[in-house]
């Protein structure tokens, strides 16, 4: 869609024309829940924010500023709901478990890109504690995140100290070696859209 026929449409979805603010919504949906389900990895969050992304932009449609493009202001919109549903969520994991990611030692001058890598740090570190099996990510998650020792999580799991420190180094392994292929593949991507 041309940007002159947007603006007619967004004009008119202002006006309270419902068929018009349709229009508009089935011509971002798809590229917007996409965007969202790339970002969170999940389709239920997605799908919940991509219907309060455009609830925000209708009820909101007379600040649009046309001199700027709506896909923008929508994505704009979107991502900041993303990353507000992100802060309420509370992560399950610390980021120390790869490599001691902080936060606070990076430049507050960039708090945007800061907090964009952080929520793909966090993704991909989910992503690679949910293919550990059960009982490796429990053990990391308990001696990373909750600081116990492994003899606290055997007794708590009932299993031998040398069986959790086994979880635990091949979680690590299976954790990084995961990782790195997530950052290979996104090196990949990243030169294929340079």
């Not at 419902?18 to 011509?27: C, F, G, M, N, V």
């Not at 610390?94 to 800061?114: F, K, L, Y």
């Not at 952080?118 to 490796?136: F, H, P, V, Y």
């Not at 086994?166 to 299976?174: K, T």
């Amino acid at each position: 869609m041309n940007r002159s026929a947007e603006r007619k449409l967004i004009e008119k979805a202002a006006a309270g024309d419902k068929s018009a603010a349709t229009k508009l919504i089935k011509a971002h949906q798809g590229s917007l829940y996409a965007y969202i389900l790339r970002m969170s990895g999940k389709p239920e969050m997605a799908e919940d924010i991509v219907q309060d992304a455009f609830v925000r932009v209708l009820m909101h449609l007379d600040r649009f500023d046309p001199r700027f493009r709506f896909s923008t202001w929508l994505f704009t919109i979107a991502k900041r709901l993303y990353l507000n549903a992100n802060q309420k969520l509370k992560p399950h994991y610390d980021t120390e478990i790869v490599g001691g990611w902080d936060a606070e030692a990076q430049s507050p001058s960039a708090p945007a890109i800061r907090a964009e890598v952080e929520t793909n740090a966090r993704g991909c570190i989910q992503k690679a504690l949910d293919s550990l099996s059960d009982e490796q990510r429990e053990v990391i998650l308990l001696f990373h995140q909750q600081n116990w020792s492994i003899s606290a999580i055997a007794r708590h799991l009932d299993m031998p100290e040398g069986t959790v420190k086994s979880h635990l180094h091949r979680g690590r392994q299976r954790m990084r070696r995961l990782i790195s292929e997530d950052q290979q593949q996104s090196d990949l991507v990243a030169e294929v859209w340079s």
